[in-house]
């Protein structure tokens, strides 16, 4: 099997997939990337350099796996179906020999992973599956603090949520939680007709570089009142966080402590506002 520059097409993707007897399956999100040029704009836009440790989600096929382990020291590779992970050492070693020792595939969820051997990553570079993709994103920049940089490949409408500004209608929960870790911005679309089978939804690149935590506060009380302002879009924030508070009388003693104003929703709101809401509520507490 030999692909364009070391890299695949569609005609080797179609074969992967017979040969596996794989049915792409729409509730694992399968699309499989097939353009070279797509894989290469992609791996220049992350911004890897020969030292880079990259992890990557779902590689499916491989067509992006071949293009990171050209540009970075090692390609750690979480693929949850058996059948793609025990494939795709294999179609490194068909492709690019070369490059096969710098491949490490982990067979597990993304979402339920708890640790990964060897070296930290210092970039997550991904197409993740769109059901799952936020979810998948904030845990893995949680557990992994050695993710200096990010560029996955999203769901346009979730690119969107990630990268969106306070006050603006996609603005949400995706969006604060992204921003604790860093700054997020939209980093260019991608055609669907890239993809095989071809989804029903545009993709988009978002990008992340990481930044230091808010000092002096704990992320979990952030993204608690951060859940709780936004769980009832259309209430007041007084209103909003009276259940998070205990009253709707201690929310508004907490936000004005805040110097927030009450009657503002949660979408006025940016990180640093809910940073100061969480941490007027712990000093009220004490």
Not at 95 to 109: C, E, F, H, K, S
């Amino acid at each position: 099997m030999t692909g364009s520059s070391g890299l695949l097409g569609p005609a080797e993707i179609r074969e992967l997939a017979r040969r596996l007897e794989l049915r792409p399956s729409k509730s694992r999100g399968q699309n499989f990337l097939h353009d070279a040029n797509t894989v290469r704009r992609i791996v220049r836009a992350a911004g890897l350099g020969r030292d880079d440790v990259v992890l990557e989600v779902g590689p499916g096929l491989g067509s992006l796996t071949l293009g990171l382990l050209q540009h970075s020291s090692r390609v750690v590779a979480v693929e949850v179906d058996a059948r793609l992970a025990a494939a795709l050492p294999e179609t490194v070693a068909a492709v690019a020999p070369g490059l096969a020792d710098r491949l490490a595939v982990v067979q597990a969820d993304a979402l339920s992973l708890e640790r990964l051997a060897g070296p930290p990553p210092t970039a997550l570079v991904a197409n993740l599956p769109y059901n799952v993709a936020v979810p998948v994103l904030l845990h893995l920049l949680e557990l992994l603090p050695s993710l200096r940089r990010v560029l996955v490949m999203v769901q346009a409408e979730v690119a969107h949520r990630l990268a969106a500004p306070p006050g603006s209608r996609t603005y949400g929960v995706p969006s604060v939680k992204a921003a604790w870790y860093g700054e997020v911005r939209r980093a260019g679309a991608i055609s669907r007709h890239v993809f095989w089978p071809e989804p029903n939804v545009d993709s988009e690149l978002v990008s992340l570089h990481r930044r230091p935590a808010p000092p002096g506060v704990d992320r979990t009380a952030v993204f608690n009142v951060v859940d709780a302002a936004f769980g009832t879009r259309r209430k007041t924030l007084r209103a909003a966080l009276a259940p998070w508070a205990g009253s709707a009388v201690r929310a508004e003693a907490v936000l004005r402590s805040a110097g927030i104003d009450p009657s503002l929703r949660g979408e006025a709101l940016d990180l640093s506002a809910f940073v100061s809401l969480a941490r007027a509520a712990g000093t009220m507490q004490e």
